[in-house]
């Protein structure tokens, strides 16, 4: 079983920047598909990026050039440095993983699930 906590959200103002951390229990995380997906009120969860085994990483085209998505495998960590923030960046943000094949940005191929942190840009 695979525990994911996210920490690293809070209230920043447009231009500003958030580091996000998904720390894992469990020896699969290495191998595991680690994504980032969040939800704003009213809308639908969507993908944001994600990284497989190798470090390949993937983005929603809202958020290239100004997310990067990397992991530490040695800390069991993965992470989410969000440049430019925007107020339509605002929501709570989920760390979840899975084993391959990744289904990168799309949230029902996941099977673990953090408890997620609020991200709020104003």
């Known amino acids: 079983h695979v525990q994911l906590v996210e920490s690293g959200g809070g209230s920043v103002q447009a231009g500003g920047s958030l580091r996000l951390s998904c720390g894992a229990s469990?020896?699969?995380?290495?191998?595991?598909?680690v994504g980032w997906l969040r939800q704003a009120p009213g809308k639908e969860r969507e993908g944001v990026a994600a990284?497989?085994?190798?470090?390949?990483?993937s983005y929603a085209d809202s958020v290239k050039g100004r997310f990067t998505v990397s992991r530490d495998n040695a800390n069991n960590t993965v992470n989410l440095m969000m440049n430019s923030l925007k107020p339509e960046d605002t929501a709570m943000y989920y760390c979840a993983s899975s084993l391959p094949p990744c289904s990168k940005l799309v949230a029902s191929g996941y099977k673990y699930w953090g408890q997620g942190t609020q991200v709020t840009v104003s």
């Open positions: 469990g020896s699969i995380y290495g191998d595991a598909c």
């Open positions: 990284i497989d085994s190798d470090g390949i990483a």
